[in-house]
């Protein structure tokens, strides 16, 4: 009976894990879809010249966002789905989908911890070479995409013992004149990038979750232990046999005796 309990017990827990997860899956396309089409990122990758990298590191982390929110969501319904139809093999895949994501969880963690310093500077890069082309007069399409930075972060130039773009070469807002841009956009990232850490730590806690509670309810099916409505199927006044019947004794005399 207390087999059953903790069966129970782990069942309505996997259920409220799944809940959470499907938060951190809608959670991840959203930072996934703000990552990708975001203007605060956008904006380099536009203006980033062919040598820069920040053009594939990008696509890299709008890639790796769709994969983790796609495993999130398949890792879901299969642990709801073998919870729900009492399937050893469904939770067995729920299992073998809950290692693939906390390998993937765990490579995307030590990415952000080794790559994050990276993705900065080619930011900041960016914004250097346009600022320079400005500041030296060149015509083209550097300026408008120095004015699309201005306006996207509010600020403008550098500020301290940085030099900062005069009035005459480009105008800004007058709100944030006095805001350094590239204080600016480190702060964007900054918070950016909690975000993202925050978003893979909450789903690995929760996948190592996942592969406790899966493994326990396909390892309690084989040694006997029912999950809640397995094996108590029976038919009222049925077909009791006796116990010298054999395989040929006819249906006829296996049936309960009625008196007419």
């Given at each position: 009976?207390?087999?059953?309990?903790?069966?129970?017990?782990?069942?309505?827990?996997?259920?409220?894990?799944?809940?959470?997860?499907?938060?951190?899956?809608?959670a991840?396309?959203?930072?996934?879809?703000?990552?990708?089409?975001?203007?605060?990122?956008?904006?380099?990758?536009?203006?980033?010249?062919a040598?820069?990298?920040i053009?594939?590191?990008?696509?890299?982390?709008?890639?790796?966002?769709?994969?983790?929110?796609?495993?999130?969501?398949?890792?879901?319904?299969?642990?709801?789905?073998?919870?729900?139809?009492?399937?050893?093999?469904?939770?067995?895949?729920?299992?073998?989908?809950?290692?693939?994501l906390?390998?993937?969880?765990?490579?995307?963690?030590?990415?952000?911890?080794?790559?994050?310093?990276?993705?900065?500077?080619?930011?900041?890069?960016?914004?250097?070479?346009?600022?320079?082309?400005?500041?030296?007069?060149?015509?083209?399409?550097?300026?408008?995409?120095?004015l699309?930075?201005?306006?996207?972060?509010?600020?403008?130039?550098?500020?301290?013992?940085?030099?900062?773009?005069?009035?005459?070469?480009?105008?800004?807002?007058?709100?944030?004149?006095?805001?350094?841009?590239?204080?600016?956009i480190?702060?964007?990232?900054?918070?950016?990038?909690?975000?993202?850490?925050?978003?893979?730590?909450?789903?690995?806690?929760?996948?190592?979750?996942?592969?406790?509670?899966?493994?326990?309810?396909?390892?309690?099916?084989?040694?006997?232990?029912?999950?809640?409505?397995?094996?108590?199927y029976?038919?009222?006044g049925?077909?009791?046999?006796?116990?010298?019947?054999?395989?040929?004794?006819?249906?006829?005399?296996?049936?309960?005796?009625?008196?007419?």
């Amino acid at each position: 009976m207390r087999c059953k309990s903790w069966v129970r017990v782990a069942r309505c827990q996997l259920l409220v894990s799944g809940l959470f997860i499907m938060v951190l899956a809608v959670a991840c396309c959203i930072l996934t879809v703000i990552t990708g089409l975001g203007s605060h990122f956008t904006v380099f990758t536009e203006a980033a010249p062919a040598d820069n990298t920040i053009g594939d590191l990008h696509y890299t982390m709008m890639l790796y966002g769709g994969f983790v929110s796609g495993l999130l969501i398949l890792t879901l319904l299969l642990s709801i789905i073998s919870v729900l139809r009492e399937s050893q093999n469904l939770m067995a895949a729920a299992f073998v989908g809950f290692g693939f994501l906390f390998c993937a969880l765990m490579a995307g963690l030590t990415w952000t911890q080794d790559c994050q310093i990276q993705v900065k500077d080619s930011i900041l890069d960016v914004y250097d070479d346009l600022y320079e082309q400005v500041l030296r007069g060149h015509p083209g399409e550097a300026k408008e995409h120095l004015l699309q930075v201005h306006e996207i972060f509010q600020c403008c130039g550098k500020t301290g013992e940085q030099r900062r773009i005069s009035t005459p070469h480009i105008t800004c807002n007058n709100t944030a004149d006095d805001k350094d841009c590239v204080s600016a956009i480190s702060d964007v990232l900054h918070l950016h990038w909690y975000w993202v850490r925050t978003l893979l730590m909450s789903s690995l806690g929760l996948t190592v979750y996942g592969m406790m509670l899966s493994s326990f309810l396909y390892f309690s099916l084989p040694r006997g232990n029912i999950w809640g409505r397995r094996g108590e199927y029976s038919m009222n006044g049925g077909l009791i046999s006796s116990p010298d019947a054999t395989v040929d004794t006819p249906l006829i005399q296996l049936l309960p005796y009625h008196s007419a």
